[in-house]
């Protein structure tokens, strides 16, 4: 059971460029979350989606895009990278809403963004 | 806005030590309170989970408490080893229809052997 994977692990990007996350989860979870790990701030959540097909804003969405069009993966873009974006990004996914106690969140290894 | 602050940032003790990890937040509307562990390179994974309406979840050497109206929860580690060394983030869950945690910035502890 691999749980949550996100690919790549790590890249570097040039300001401007563009890229897409891949995270896919095989527990047959209807929540996804993309967030972003800065030193100092703590997770903070960038896009989510409660199912197929949807996806809602977080804390922090400028400069990201994201569809769910599988129900086991979820894309985080970035159309054109800047340095703010240098940061550790996890993808983790849930049952359901994080209020209700069974509906932990599992995460994926993370993929480390360098934006020059 | 929900702030959640964990002090201290970093954390020393010797193996075998019992301590205690702390987590405050500004607002006592939460549905429940999560302890998480990140290991180096690693994702979170979660630890413990108690309930607003809970005073304290226990599971192996780990107890958790929380203290909703004073916005306050405490890990507790009993015997620590080395292999608990890792960060350790609390994070709260708002009342119903925000599909959001809020995380703090975690506690980096490392046990000495």
């Known amino acids: 059971n691999a749980g949550v994977t996100q690919t790549p692990k790590f890249r570097v990007l040039k300001t401007g460029q563009s890229m897409t996350l891949l995270c896919a989860q095989d527990m047959n979870h209807e929540y996804m979350y993309w967030y972003r790990q800065d030193p100092g701030m703590g997770l903070r959540l960038i896009h989510y989606?409660?199912?197929?097909?949807?996806?809602a804003k977080g804390e922090v969405p400028d400069g990201y895009n994201v569809s769910r069009l599988k129900k086991q993966n979820f894309l985080l873009g970035l159309e054109s990278a800047a340095p703010s974006q240098t940061s550790v990004y996890f993808c983790?996914?849930?049952?359901?809403?994080?209020?209700?106690?069974?509906?932990?969140?599992?995460f994926g290894a993370g993929t480390r963004l360098s934006v020059l | 806005k929900q702030e959640v602050t964990q002090i201290p940032a970093a954390l020393s003790v010797p193996e075998g030590e019992n301590l205690v990890l702390n987590c405050s937040f500004t607002d006592s509307a939460i549905y429940n309170l999560q302890w998480f562990r990140q290991d180096p390179g690693k994702g979170l994974t979660s630890l413990l989970l108690i309930q607003s309406s809970q005073r304290e979840q226990t599971s192996g050497r780990l107890n958790a408490s929380l203290d909703k109206s004073s916005g306050r929860s405490t890990l507790y580690i009993a015997a620590s080893q080395p292999g608990d060394s890792a960060t350790y983030l609390c994070?709260?869950?708002?009342?119903?229809?925000?599909?959001?945690?809020?995380f703090g910035t975690g506690t980096r502890l490392t046990i000495i052997p």
């Open positions: 989606s409660v199912g197929e097909g949807t996806t």
């Open positions: 983790a996914s849930s049952y359901g809403p994080p209020e209700v106690s069974k509906n932990i969140q599992y």
């Open positions: 994070a709260v869950s708002p009342t119903f229809g925000n599909e959001k945690l809020t």
